[in-house]
């Protein structure tokens, strides 16, 4: 090339490359048609050239031209692409499984390192699997079309499990205590089902730093755990692991000190920390301590204060006094409230559930309550509050961000109960109208006892504010064995929030009821056809953590209603009062403790109307139990209700997944009041003379509300009864 150095370039052409296209590689290329041909700006062409990867050698040759000048040639040499990959005997792991661990992929380039790459890969993943003696070899072969074939060996050898682990050192724990603290477990009777006794050389890691956090939480703080000692033993096909440990001596807390910082006093940071003077040091809880500190400030403005807990160690008396430093910060204020994500909800809608409003001072409870309002609409999958820095130091911005869920539906089915036989139902429902927040729902329930018809409208907001208004249309038939009942009406209901956890609420319901069907007529139980004109009042004070899926808090229920009177109609008086308990257990578990006392009296010598009496049994009062099994009887045996009702119920229930849980129930409860047969209740409460009944069941939180299936056991029960009874519900349980 050198004599031609100089001359025109009349030609340039690409030779050799079957993957990369030309256009690529030409433009990577500085030489120009029609320029002198200049041996520099080959070199850089060539070096551009390589860095495409591409390409194992590259050469450059001229020729004359065919008008004068020189053509230019570069001639390249690929690196090859993969062919095929096989693998040979993997008899216990899956092809396609190791297939997506590896990089070595018919049709991407072939390079050396790769192979490297995948057996590492291949091993380690067989490691994780107990095959501890696992063998991978790869063997390339260039096929007949210059690709690179690529054969993967495998020797799986036999699952090698953990048989022993030996702790060398322990004074104050034994083996047992240490174990349960590792996830690595040596393996046992039941291996194959939770995994136990695979060697997982990370996993391992980990379990030290886990030791030596137990005995730091223990007062150990001068602790060292070695790095184990692993020995395979490969005729057996077993692993022992041995670990030293260096426990030290157990220190206790002295002294904690802490000064007046801001606007809080030395006693009040103080009050309502774990750590206390005398305790095993314990770095855990004193951890949790700092950031209970933490939050005391930043429910204040303080968004931003350190905390930080400078231990003194005495080693003669074996003590670790600690003088807890804060610095505050400065307060900082609410910023911009961006939210984001809300396609179908409009803004006004989440950001009046907001507690902090732009300018406020920042508090983090009032943060935690705002997120908690937000999931409890019920119109979003998932709510994530994230803050940041404003404009200025003293500002702290946040960004709401919520991904909606379904809110509407059009839904039709179908069921089957003991007592309703056939059940279907269909409903148009929007729990977020146009984004408005508003809620319309036309439902409708068919089966053998019940024909149910009902609209309802809500605005939980009016105009934005804490005021709620609704109306309800409804037109119902239900068989209640003994008698039947038709009924025409509606109501107007208001209602307020008056704190975080309370709301009050005023209804008033008209309504046409014609009694139907009495085989056995008496003076409170005939034929006819009454009007009710009601008022009613109800408060709740509800602290549950999650309305549609709660873990903790308490819910109660009081509801007060007077019939009659001025107002006309039937003469009578209602009143109920229902709580609820939610809480963590351990782990998942959640336990649930409800229940509800009900009583109801007609005045003016009038009883109670037959059609407001009050019924109990079925799916979401007392399990196991159909409503011709409780409470008072006529003389065939069917259900005449009561004017006074008391139900328990116990859960325990535990998540599989974010929208399945299982649960374990036992209930208690029954129905009283006067009858022909009250030999399984009473004419007034009565605890003595209840029923109850166990089971279990599944409930799942579907996008149009909770569905629940439940089955039900008799634990008292009575001579031609059924021993349970299998439940379908749509509908919070309580």
């Not at 005729?235 to 692991?241: C, V």
């Not at 269909?426 to 089966?447: D, P």
């Not at 009924?487 to 008209?510: H, I, M, P, V």
């Amino acid at each position: 090339m050198a004599q031609d150095e100089g001359a025109t370039v009349s030609a340039i052409h690409i030779q050799g490359n079957q993957r990369v296209d030309s256009s690529t590689i030409f433009y990577y290329i500085k030489t120009e048609v029609g320029k002198p041909l200049s041996r520099s700006i080959i070199r850089k062409d060539i070096k551009q050239i390589y860095s495409l990867g591409q390409f194992t050698d590259i050469r450059v040759e001229t020729r004359p031209g065919e008008n004068g000048g020189v053509e230019v040639i570069f001639v390249v040499k690929e690196i090859p692409s993969v062919g095929e990959v096989t693998f040979t005997g993997n008899d216990a792991l899956d092809t396609q499984d190791l297939r997506d661990l590896i990089s070595i992929k018919r049709g991407v380039t072939f390079k050396e390192h790769l192979v490297n790459d995948s057996i590492q890969k291949l091993t380690v993943h067989y490691h994780d699997k107990a095959f501890f003696l696992a063998k991978v070899e790869v063997d390339t072969q260039i096929n007949d079309n210059g690709q690179v074939d690529v054969t993967i060996r495998i020797e799986e050898g036999e699952k090698v499990k953990i048989d022993q682990i030996r702790f060398v050192g322990n004074k104050t724990f034994d083996a047992d205590d240490l174990e349960d603290v590792m996830e690595t477990q040596a393996t046992w009777l039941f291996s194959f089902i939770d995994e136990s006794g695979i060697y997982k050389k990370d996993v391992l890691k980990l379990d030290v730093l886990r030791l030596e956090a137990f005995y730091q939480d223990n007062g150990f703080i001068r602790v060292r755990v070695y790095e184990p000692t692993i020995e395979v033993n490969r005729e057996e096909q077993e692993i022992y692991i041995e670990i030293r440990i260096e426990e030290g001596l157990q220190y206790k807390i002295g002294k904690i000190t802490v000064s007046d910082v801001a606007d809080f006093k030395a006693k009040d940071l103080l009050a309502g920390l774990k750590s206390t003077s005398g305790d095993v040091y314990n770095i855990s809880t004193l951890r949790a301590d700092v950031l209970s500190i933490a939050e005391k400030f930043s429910e204040k403005g303080y968004a931003y204060a350190d905390v930080n807990p400078k231990a003194l160690i005495d080693d003669e008396k074996r003590i670790v006094d600690l003088d807890i430093q804060i610095d505050p910060g400065h307060r900082v204020y609410v910023g911009k409230v961006n939210v984001i994500g809300n396609t179908r909800t409009r803004d006004n809608v989440i950001r009046r559930e907001f507690r902090l409003k732009e300018g406020d001072l920042f508090s983090s409870k009032k943060l935690k309550r705002s997120k908690q309002r937000i999931n409890n609409l019920g119109y979003f999958e998932n709510v994530k509050i994230d803050t940041h820095r404003g404009d200025t130091p003293e500002l702290i911005d946040m960004d709401v961000t919520v991904t909606e869920r379904p809110t509407g539906s059009i839904s039709f089915g179908a069921g089957f109960s003991s007592v309703d036989k056939v059940i279907f139902n269909a409903a148009i429902t929007q729990n977020n109208w146009m984004g408005t927040g508003r809620k319309v729902s036309l439902s409708a329930n068919l089966s053998a006892r019940r024909t149910n018809f009902n609209i309802s409208l809500t605005e939980p907001r009016l105009f934005d504010s804490d005021v709620s208004v609704g109306i309800d249309l409804f037109n119902r038939r239900s068989d209640f064995f003994s008698f039947d009942t038709e009924s025409q009406g509606g109501g107007l209901r208001f209602g307020k929030n008056l704190s975080e956890t309370d709301w009050g609420g005023l209804k008033y319901a008209y309504s046409t009821v014609k009694v139907s069907e009495v085989v056995n007529p008496t003076s409170t139980l005939k034929n006819e056809t009454r009007n009710t004109s009601r008022i009613g009042a109800t408060f709740i004070h509800d602290s549950r953590d999650n309305f549609i899926n709660p873990t903790q808090g308490w819910r109660h229920v009081v509801r007060l209603e007077f019939a009659g009177g001025f107002l006309g109609g039937a003469n009578f008086y209602k009143a109920a009062y229902e709580i609820t308990y939610y809480q963590k257990l351990f782990g998942k578990l959640v336990g649930a403790l409800h229940s509800t006392i009900k009583y109801g009296e007609g005045y003016s010598g009038e009883d109670l109307p037959s059609f407001e009496r009050y019924f109990m049994g079925g799916a979401n009062s007392l399990r196991g139990f159909t409503i011709q099994e409780v409470g008072p009887l006529d003389i065939v045996g069917d259900p005449l209700g009561g004017d006074q009702s008391l139900l328990f119920n116990v859960e325990l229930q535990y998540p599989l997944t974010k929208s399945f849980r299982v649960f374990a129930f036992y209930d208690r409860g029954n129905v009283y009041g006067e009858g022909f047969n009250i030999s399984s209740t009473d004419t007034r409460f009565n605890l003595s003379k209840m029923r109850e009944s166990v089971g279990g069941g599944i409930r799942f939180f579907s996008p149009f509300g909770p569905i629940s299936l439940a089955y039900g056991v008799k634990l008292d029960q009575r001579t031609g009864e059924s021993a349970a009874e299998f439940h379908f519900s749509a509908g919070s349980a309580f």
